[in-house]
């Protein structure tokens, strides 16, 4: 170790001399000849008694030994700096720590975050995550409500993504408020909804969550809460009311304007009758497995029968794939469902299905009163569907 050490401290000092040299004309006696660099410049810690390290090094890019580094945070009550840049979250709020060494200085900025503490059962209530990234509103209805894609925010301290898909769901966002909305004037009881309002270019909640935050702490963050929202919600539907539904509110710009319902059956495995359907493996692969099992009905009629949701809302005036009218896309795009039908459906657990709704735009989602009709009617839709399925809506009804 000594003699790595002083191996770097020669070169270090070889350094300090060019610097000098290089800086000439500069008065002074070295103080702040070697400029520092403290890594990460930020850092956004979650939780208190999270961990994490700051590193330090030179400008240059050479090594700073960190047991010779002198360091201090100026809000100990937010976060402490042990030797060697072990910092420690204490309470949330900001704290600037400095690192000193050789007569130079610099600093990081560490932000302590505490999540949210939900109640999914505080009907009226909503709760906010980090920045009001996220936010959930907590209902007592079988019915959870998420709107990904919808979002307008583009915060500067998220860099844009840069691979994945980046357009928003116009007006989604606001949809899902006005469906909230809708349920409630209807049945005096609320669903539980949960709002990305970032913009997808900042993140992608639809995405496991490399593709989705692309490494930015702060969009990991909002991801965290988003998925941790719709998990809550989800555990307390199982657990209060033994089953419910799930809806992943989407837009789409396909030429085709009808609404697409997605229950992680491909549109391909859509092009199969009735009867194939329903004596293969399709209801165990599509987010309605356990409704499947639960109500011993056939997988086909609760995709696209006379009680599916295809065909309540072609009663209410609104196309839609698959329905009886329209039972499959018949090799038009048409969007089967993503990743997070996939993880709150109950293909792979529990009591809770899903299904994606992509909405078309004309008509639809393009006014204020567009969205207002469709989202009645979507309530409507809703409650007929879990009162023939699931046989109950409003709790303990
Ligand atoms: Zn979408």
Redesign the pocket.
Known sequence: MSEHSSTWRDTVGILLLALLVAGCGDSGTGQGAVVLVVGPSSTLMVGIGSFTTLTVSTEAGNFVDPGEVDWSSAAPGVATVADRGLVRAQAGGIAHITARWSGSSATALIEVWIPVEVDPSADGTSFLGRKGYVEYLPGTLPFILSA??GGALTPAEIPDRTFGVTLT?RNTERMAEQIRDAFIARTEAAPHVIISRLARIKLDP?REIVEAAQGSPFAENAWDEFHGFIETARAWVENELGSGLYVDL??HGHEVNRLELGYLTSGTDLDVSNGVLDAGNFAATSSLKALVQSTGGSFSELLRGSTSLGALLTDEGVPAVPSPADPTPAGAPYFSGGFNIARYGSRDRGTVSGVQFELHFPGMRDTEGNRALFSQRFARVIEAFMTEHYGFFRPGG
């Open positions: 990904p894609h769901d639809n989407h837009g």
